[in-house]
């Protein structure tokens, strides 16, 4: 039986790892573990507020340091994952310094390393200056040496961010026409959580049968801020475009209302 990890840390990774077990992994047929790994003392998923009964998956919870010098933590824990020789490894970004090495190890035992969507962030064209890429590029060196998850080769931020790292077998979007390629990967347009069992495995997943999340609903996710004033801004942005009456009417022949997810850190 091939095996399957899928490495989140948002709710968002969760509903698209429910997706993808769903569409292309089911869990009768592959081994699935989901890794929820946080920052080390924090961490937004607990475990004890999920229900996975419905599905067939070994969870394991996990803590890594973000800038730590001198550490095996790391180490130790990205051994964890490695040991499990996965076929398939889902990751849900790669900015975070421990992922050069965890992709690479994985790569260069024959795992497929698929880069999955972080939100919106695949489709940004942020640039990074050259400035930015070097200070990323010997920060990153700097930790992963003295963590000792140094990876057999030197990292290459590259002029882009996103999906910088050389040994991603595919880049998995919910739209490829929108998605800019700077790095020439392979691309694969992907179901997620859009198709009812998708939608019923998430509402299991998250206590909420009761609550129609989905249907007949605007939803308008902002951005992480520090600052709890600016999404109040954002709030009350939105309950002033709300009071237009176009909007008014569009809402009505729709029969839809607003609903508003803020992205507080």
């Not at 509903?15 to 009768?28: A, K, L, V, W």
């Not at 140094?150 to 929108?178: C, M, Q, T």
């Not at 939608?199 to 520090?226: A, G, H, M, W």
Request: aromatic share 12%.
């Amino acid at each position: 039986m091939e095996k399957v990890i899928f490495v989140v840390h948002t709710e968002y990774h969760l509903m698209e790892t429910i997706g993808y077990i769903t569409h292309y992994f089911p869990d009768t047929l592959y081994d699935i573990y989901v890794f929820i790994v946080s920052v080390k003392n924090g961490g937004r998923i607990k475990t004890s507020n999920l229900n996975f009964k419905n599905l067939n998956i070994n969870v394991v919870t996990a803590a890594y340091e973000p800038n730590s010098y001198f550490s095996l933590h790391n180490k130790r824990m990205l051994g964890n994952i490695i040991s499990l020789k996965p076929n398939f490894l889902f990751i849900f970004n790669d900015f975070h310094y421990w992922k050069q090495y965890l992709v690479s190890k994985l790569h260069k035992k024959g795992c497929k390393i698929i880069l999955a969507p972080d939100g919106a962030h695949v489709y940004s064209d942020k640039k990074f200056t050259l400035k930015s890429n070097l200070k990323y590029m010997i920060k990153s060196f700097l930790i992963n040496f003295t963590n000792l998850t140094i990876p057999p080769f030197i990292i290459n931020r590259g002029k882009y961010d996103y999906a910088y790292l050389k040994h991603i077998d595919e880049v998995w979007v919910d739209n490829a026409a929108s998605f800019k390629n700077r790095n020439n990967h392979k691309v694969k347009e992907t179901l997620s959580f859009g198709e009812t069992d998708s939608i019923t495995n998430i509402k299991r997943l998250y206590k909420s049968n009761d609550l129609d999340i989905i249907e007949n609903c605007i939803l308008f996710i902002d951005q992480p801020v520090n600052d709890t004033s600016l999404t109040n801004e954002i709030i009350d942005t939105i309950n002033h475009i709300k009071s237009f009456p176009i909007l008014t009417e569009i809402l009505c022949l729709i029969d839809s209302t607003i609903s508003i997810k803020c992205h507080l850190e």
